[in-house]
Every structure is written in C-alpha cells, then in structure tokens.
C-alpha cells in the first residue's frame, strides 16, 4: 500500500489557500490517525508573482495544467479555480489520466456533475465534491453515507451565507437592501458584484445537487424556479416579525406522492423552525427522512478555512479508498435515474404586497379577482394612505392559502391591469 499520496491542486484562491493551510496545520495527525502522507506537491498558478499570503515553495507552483494532469506520480486532482469552464475540462481530463478528482465547484457540479460521474466510473476513479454546498458543513457525506438509508421527502437550505447575512441585518436593525449590501461587500461577506448571489444563483447550483442526492432527480439550476432578495424591503422585514416569522433566502425541494417541487425564493420561515435562528453568514441544511426524522445541519458555509477543510476530508476519504485498492464507485453518488414528475414550484401559502390607489372599492376589486382563480385570502392588512407623484395610494398586504405558484402570477397580472393597480411590489412564499 502507497502511504504517500500526492496531491495536485488547480488555483490558489481563497479555497485553496484554506486547503493547503488545514493539510499544514493537521498533517502529523492525519498521518497518524489514518496513516497516509498526504503532500500537495504542485499547484496551477498562472500568476506566481502575486502575493496570496501565504507560504508556500515556488517549486511547487506551475503554469501549465499538463504538469498536474500528466504526472504519474499525482494521484488526486483538487479543482478550486471555480466557474464551469475551463474547470470541467479540467476535472474531465485528470479522469481521463486516471486521477480521482475532489472540487468544490458547484457550478460545474451542477451543470456537468452527471458527465462527470460518467466519465469517473469508466475510468474506475473517484469523483467527489463535499465543498460544493455549504462549505465547511459535511451535509453531502451525510447524505451518502450515514444516512443512506432514510427515504427522504423535504430538502430544505439556506445556503448562501452573503444572502443569509443581508437579510439578517436588514432585520435586527432596519436597514434597507441597498445599504446593507454595501456593508456586507466592505466586510468582504459580498463579492463586488454580488449577482449570483443575490438573485439565487448560487443557490440554485447548490440545491441542484442536493436534490440528486436526495431524490435521484436531475434538475439543471437554470430549471429551479429562482427568485433572489433584491425585493425584500423593511416593510416586509416588519410584517414578518410581527406575524412569528423570519425572512430568509430559502432553497427547497418536497417530494410529494410521484411529484417533485423545488424552488429558491425569499421564504417566511416561522420563528420556531430552526431555519429561523440560522443568521448572519452561517448555513443550514434541514431535511426529513422517513426512519431519521427530522435533521438540521448548521455551520459555516464559506471561508477559506472551514471550505479547505471539507475538501480536506474529501482527499482523504479518497487516499483509504486507494489504500485498499478500491478508488471508485461502484454507484456514483450523483444520481439521476428518479421516476418523479418535475412539478415546478408547487403549492404553498403566500405573502403579496402590492401598492393601490387610495380609493373606495379597490379592496374588494382585488379580493373579487382572486376569488375568480379559486385563490382563497387568509388575512388582509391595509397600510396609512399616503401622497406618491401626486396622487393618494396604500399599501395592502395579503397572505394567501395554498396556492399553486403559477396560478398566483397569472391572478396577479390581471391585477396589473386594472387602473387602480400602481404595482405588484413583493411576493414572498410562507412555510407552514
């Protein structure tokens, strides 16, 4: 049995750096916890010039993924240079070449991870990617491993820790999206363009890949119905807590009988969930599992640290697997063979805010149009009436039954049609 097992990683950002520093400061107990020699011997660094803050030897840097990708001598490939391409290729190609692959690229994961998984069973090597949802949180090992045995119906995350942060803020001291956006980038919680973010992209991929571990369903991130949290206002921050809720940037999957719903929206979560009480730029993961129960999984979903430890693990799950001659699997652990029919978002309970004109009669206008979509009002609240370009509007806020979500947005925008309708101002789901 080879002890020493060489490492090649491609990039030596944030990611990476975590990853070299967790293998430095845990190497001697790895190395007598599991018995292998774990180095990191080159790394793809197409700058070596520039300062990552961090020492590392300039012999093991390379300019040329062949160096990696063609040494016999590297056994693992770690792919953290993030985006789908060229890093697909890049994983494909280290396969090809017999090297099992660890990334925590869930972009790629989610657009290509059944390609890859594929190509990892033809070329008897290891494809995994525990770092590709909520970072330093081992939801994924879980999932195929402890927990294997449960048959799941919910999935549901927040998995975004700059999402997550923003909406924390906005609600403990009132401030308003934009403001709290660019404290969240002046703390480097929020890139400086925050898109994917914000408007749940991010998200999307992660969830992506839960629910092909979850359901055995392949549900491309672009097919999510996604919705991000650029709408949220404080008025809506308000309500939620006066009515036992908390907003959050809610990613979820249910399968329902031979149904699957899944979606990414802003979501009232109520303040006894646990989901509630994950703030700031901290992740969750809560699933239901029919032997298991119910099971959340919380921690730090991103930095370089707590990211570089789970690929970390992820390395040496795959080093015992080579110590006992026995580097891949024999089911992958994406899957993508699920019966269950793709049903969108589905139903739930609603919020809707909308902006009218201050005038008799509107109300019962409005309750009359979603009497006619069968869409049944639970609660109705009406804001102080105020002077907006000249003209006398209010704020009402419904909270609808269950609805299915499309039914919702065509009622909707019959109601952006009527005169007295100035706009359709937010749309938040509601958890029971």
Known sequence: MNNHIKVGMLGIGNIGKGTYQALE???????????????IVKILN??????????????KYTKDIKDIIEDPEISIVVELIGGIEPATEYMAEAIRHGKSVVTANKAAIAANGKFLSELAQ????????EAAVAGGIPILTSL??????????????????????????????????????????????????????????DAANKLSILISLVFGAGIRPEKIPTQGITAVCPEDIAFAKESGYRIKLLASAREQGDKLTCSVEPSMVPVKHPLASVNNEFNAVYVKGNAVDELMF????AGSLPTGSAVLGDIIGIARKLGKDSAYDIVPQLRYDSDLEFRGVGESKYYVRMTVADKPGVLGRITTMFGHYDISVEAIQQKTPYECDGERVATLIFILFSVDKSLLTHALDEALKFDVTKSIDNV????E
């Not at 033809?122 to 990617?129: A, P, W, Y």
């Not at 938040?428 to 958890?431: G, L």
């Open 428 to 431: 938040i789901r509601v958890e």
């Open 122 to 129: 033809e070329h008897q090597v290891l494809l995994r990617f």
């Open 298 to 301: 919380y921690g730090r979903g």
């Open 46 to 59: 197409r700058h070596p010039e520039k300062d990552r803050g961090i020492d590392i030897p300039k012999d």
């Open 144 to 201: 195929t491993t402890a927990l294997l045995s449960n048959s799941f119906s919910e999935v549901h995350g927040i998995l975004n820790g700059t999402t997550n942060f923003i909406l924390t803020q906005m609600s403990e001291f009132g401030k308003d999206y934009g403001e709290v956006l660019k404290d969240a980038q002046a703390k480097g919680f929020a890139e400086a363009d925050p898109t994917a973010d914000v408007e749940g992209i």
């Open 25 to 39: 400061m845990n190497h001697d107990k790895i190395l007598e916890t599991t018995g292998f020699d774990i180095e």
